[in-house]
């Protein structure tokens, strides 16, 4: 049963364009939302995260989109560039417990 | 000055043998976890911490024991290991408040053969 989806296991994106990478989840209790980055051999990397009473987070390149009505996320690279190639995760956390629960990941492919 | 280091990287091992995983944050988090990333990729939250009591137990198999000698360190000790067992098992820590993200340790490749 699983709360947290990544439905798109891979996307490729010209270099220079925007990356696109979605989440969906199902419990609406949930109210903390995070990306992580992964390298092939290494642990996953704190990205970027949004609570639940905010609907967008910007930082950089990177920003990221809440939509609680459709429990949705997502995460927007613009531009992508070659070293953001890597699995995304996004995870989300019901705050009062200390359960961080992820998706599948997504493989981003940038091309240069 | 690794955040989260685990240790080893690697660990091939024997059906049936015991072994076990160290990790060691120096953030000063009072939460550490252990998560299993299987074959599907699936990052499945297996056992946390918080200031060295047990507060998550994902109805892991009891061959799998955590053992938290102080808040900076949860190592993971495995039973009579199954061939099933094989997986990348990641460490990591918070803040253990509102909103703090996880911060992981770059995994070991336990390899049951």
């Known amino acids: 049963d699983q709360q947290v989806k990544q439905n798109s296991p891979s996307l490729s994106v010209q270099e220079g364009r925007i990356s696109i990478l979605n989440c969906d989840y199902t419990?609406?209790?949930?109210?903390?939302f995070l990306w992580y980055k992964k390298y092939p051999a290494e642990g996953p990397t704190f990205l970027i995260s949004?609570?639940?009473?905010?609907d967008k987070n910007e930082d950089g390149r990177f920003t990221v989109f809440l939509n609680k009505s459709a429990k949705h996320l997502s995460l927007h690279i613009v531009p992508s560039q070659p070293g953001d190639s890597a699995v995304y995760f996004c995870?989300?956390?019901?705050?009062?417990?200390?359960?961080?629960?992820f998706g599948t990941g997504t493989r981003l492919k940038v091309l240069a | 000055d690794t955040a989260v280091s685990q240790t080893p990287k690697y660990l091939v091992t024997q059906m049936g043998n015991d072994k076990s995983i160290k990790c060691e944050q120096n953030?000063?988090?009072?939460?550490m976890y252990w998560y299993k990333q299987d074959s599907k990729k699936f990052l499945k939250i297996m056992f946390s911490?918080?200031?060295?009591?047990?507060?998550i137990n994902e109805t892991v198999p009891n061959r799998f024991s955590p053992k938290s000698p102080d808040k900076a360190h949860l190592n993971l000790h495995i039973n009579s290991l199954e061939l099933g067992d094989s997986a990348v098992y990641f460490c990591?820590?918070?803040?253990?408040?509102?909103?703090?993200?996880?911060?992981f340790g770059n995994g070991t490749r336990l390899t049951v053969t």
């Open positions: 995870a989300t956390l019901h705050s009062g417990t200390y359960k961080y629960i």
């Open positions: 911490y918080n200031n060295k009591e047990l507060i």
């Open positions: 949004i609570s639940s009473i905010k």
């Open positions: 953030l000063g988090h009072d939460t």
């Open positions: 419990n609406s209790m949930f109210d903390y």
């Open positions: 990591a820590s918070s803040q253990g408040t509102a909103n703090s993200p996880l911060h």
